[in-house]
């Protein structure tokens, strides 16, 4: 059993920057992937950015190059850094992680065949033009 608790969520104006963070606690040893996901109530979930254990990274198109995705395994904590925020990157956040599991190209992560998924239950971000 794993639980994913995000922080860091918040208001901002456009251009600016904010940090999320996902911590983990409870089984988190071997393959896994941690990705955030992003949900604006009126679209379906978006991948954004995942990680896998060994560093790998992937990011959607529409965050590349503004958004980065790190992790502290001495922590077992993942990190997203948001910069260039946008509105229209206003959405709930919400941190994903599977065991054993895969990246997928556009910032996904899923769990393996029969590996486990869990979620935590989301920070808010909100862009102001």
């Known amino acids: 059993q794993v639980e994913l608790v995000e922080s860091g969520g918040g208001s901002v104006q456009a251009g600016g920057s904010l940090r999320l963070s996902c911590a983990a606690s409870?089984?988190?040893?071997?393959?896994?992937?941690m990705g955030w996901f992003r949900h604006d109530g009126e679209t379906t979930r978006q991948g954004v950015a995942a990680i896998d254990s060994d560093g790998a990274t992937t990011y959607s198109d529409s965050v590349k190059g503004r958004f980065i995705i790190s992790k502290d395994d001495t922590k077992n904590i993942m990190y997203l850094q948001m910069n260039m925020l946008k509105p229209e990157d206003t959405a709930t956040y919400s941190c994903?992680?599977?065991?054993?599991?895969?990246?997928?190209?556009?910032?996904?992560?899923?769990?393996?065949?029969?590996?486990?998924?869990?979620w935590g239950k989301g920070t808010l971000v909100t862009v102001s033009a």
């Open positions: 409870g089984d988190t040893a071997g393959s896994y992937c």
């Open positions: 994903f992680t599977g065991a054993p599991g895969v990246l997928q190209s556009g910032g996904y992560c899923h769990a393996r065949k029969y590996g486990k998924e869990y």
